[in-house]
């Protein structure tokens, strides 16, 4: 197993994919790209102490044995992977939270304006994505749906803005200005050598798109759109999303 992995976090739909996947081309590096068969029992009870985070990465022993890790279930362990991993280095991938939100719903047909999620549109998520949609295990309850995903977004920003000496910030809209300079700037920021061009991975559409053309008022209605900005707001303005 490494003693020195790289982590590439963030919240989910925020850009993780394509930057890990174009870090470890750029560098020609190993990498886990999202743990395979992660279920929602296991999910949840390594967020609830009810799984040992060893345990855990026993269990993916294959999938944390590569130099780069990317999955994004693993920014809400941040604490216990810096103890388990102490020469580990990470990267956390942030996005403005109205386009990741939108994202992530969008993605699965979720409409965001609602109060609350009916039964048939929790069917449309796996128990995978009901377990992120809800927060499972994490603790954090929400007004609604919505509210609680802006106070997951915020638990995601906090792993930069908490530890900012041991966690590299990468902002999605940054990268996306720069793509092919963005993953060669952090390839060399994190002591590692430029061996491949990653424009074509960067190009790549690597998981489901949602309807960027979807304006956030209108995806969300007002009363949601609110609970975003109110919820997130010391955190927007502490990354530039103002």
């Avoid at 930057?19 to 068969?37: E, F, K, M, P, Q």
């Avoid at 309807?211 to 109110?230: D, K, P, Q, T």
Wanted: glycine share 10%.
């Amino acid at each position: 197993m490494q003693d020195n992995p790289v982590f590439v976090l963030g919240n989910q739909k925020s850009g993780t994919t394509v930057i890990a996947a174009g870090l470890a081309h750029c560098a020609g590096v190993s990498a886990t790209l999202d743990l395979r068969d992660l279920t929602a029992d296991l999910l949840t009870g390594v967020y609830d102490g009810r799984v040992s985070v060893g345990g855990f990465i026993n269990r993916y022993r294959l999938s944390f044995s590569r130099r780069l890790i990317k999955e994004p279930n693993l920014t809400f362990l941040y604490g216990a992977l810096a103890e388990h991993f102490p020469k580990a280095q990470f990267l956390l991938i942030v996005r403005d939270p109205r386009d990741n939100l939108r994202s992530f719903l969008n993605g699965f047909h979720v409409p965001g304006h609602l109060e609350a999620l009916g039964p048939e549109h929790q069917q449309a998520l796996n128990p995978v994505w009901r377990a992120i949609v809800f927060n499972h295990g994490l603790g954090i309850a929400g007004e609604n749906y919505v509210d609680g995903l802006a106070r997951r977004w915020n638990r995601a920003a906090d792993v930069y803005l908490n530890h900012p000496e041991n966690v590299q910030l990468v902002r999605y809209e940054d990268f996306c200005s720069d793509k092919t300079g963005t993953i060669k700037t952090l390839v060399r920021a994190l002591n590692l050598e430029v061996r491949h061009d990653p424009s074509s991975i960067v190009e790549q559409q690597h998981q489901g798109r949602g309807n960027r053309s979807v304006e956030w008022n209108e995806f969300f209605g007002g009363s949601n759109l609110n609970r975003i900005e109110a919820r997130c707001a010391s955190r927007m303005k502490a990354l530039g999303y103002v």
